[in-house]
């Protein structure tokens, strides 16, 4: 049963992936929780959730939209939020000059409008009370011109900056920002995007669960952002000191339509 005295999240994108494992680390943590994604499997994630004993209620809703972000803050019942989860986005392959533009549009309104203007809805209410926590599912995509990914690295270049600098913004306030920064991970990611005939979509991924649980810990501690696994901390490092031109050519390497058949 729902109780103010509990702390309450949002976790968005919590479907399916690394947004369904941060939902399930923020119940086994005493969190209630309100999950949002533009799927109906949303409905059962949170039946399953609410089998375990845990609070959870789900919202079907459009992110890429100003109409289902309100919906969503609607949905909240004016009930203080501890920590919003912000991890909803989307992926989308090939050319830019191949792709279609409301797809590209898409991705775009998913992963950087409706992000931030979630964030600046449950950010203001955060601020008013000098309390809470927000978690930003950035990516190490973000450290490099994605080749055959170009939009997607972009919005995603943009959210782990975005994140670094709301939270210098934050400091001393009450309410820390933090950014979870993937590598490749085991979700319907791939599929999705379109990428299934690339190396990056078909090699060994981290699973889901082990990315999820470090983006918590990373949120619960208040750190400045997270990435989670050892190559993926290389592969980060390497690209601060790598030029652009040459990023962009490994880039090609791993997302080019059929490299997954190249060895």
């Not at 109409?67 to 909240?76: F, P, R, S, T, Y």
């Not at 050319?95 to 979630?118: A, H, K, M, P, S």
């Not at 190559?231 to 997302?255: D, F, G, I, Y």
Request: glycine share 10%; hydrophobic share 45%; with cysteine.
């Amino acid at each position: 049963m729902a109780t103010q005295l509990r702390p309450f999240a949002i976790v968005t994108g919590a479907s399916s992936g690394i947004g369904l494992e941060l939902a399930k680390c923020c119940t086994a943590n005493g969190f209630d929780v309100l999950l949002a994604a533009d799927e109906p499997e949303i409905e059962s994630v949170a039946r399953d959730l609410r089998a375990t004993g845990a609070n959870a209620e789900a919202i079907q809703v459009d992110l890429a939209t100003q109409e289902g972000v309100d919906a969503l803050h609607a949905a909240a019942k004016g009930r203080p939020i501890s920590a919003l989860l912000a991890n909803a986005g989307r992926g989308l392959g090939r050319g830019f000059l191949d792709q279609d533009f409301d797809e590209i549009r898409d991705v775009i309104d998913t992963n950087v409008t409706g992000t931030l203007y979630l964030i600046h809805l449950v950010g203001r209410e955060m601020l008013a009370r000098r309390q809470g926590k927000i978690l930003i599912t950035g990516s190490i995509a973000g450290f490099m011109p994605g080749t055959f990914q170009a939009v997607y690295n972009g919005t995603k270049a943009l959210l782990d900056s975005f994140s670094y600098a709301l939270r210098e913004e934050l400091k001393d306030t009450g309410v820390t920002v933090s950014c979870l920064m993937p590598g490749p991970t085991e979700t319907l990611f791939f599929e999705r995007a379109d990428l299934m005939d690339t190396k990056v979509g078909t090699e060994k991924k981290q699973p889901a669960a082990e990315v999820a649980k470090v983006g918590f810990e990373a949120m619960m501690s208040g750190d400045a952002a997270v990435i989670s696994g050892w190559k993926n901390k290389l592969q980060a490092t390497m690209a601060n000191v790598l030029p652009n031109e040459t990023l962009a050519e490994q880039h090609r390497s791993m997302a080019e339509p059929g490299t997954a058949s190249r060895n």
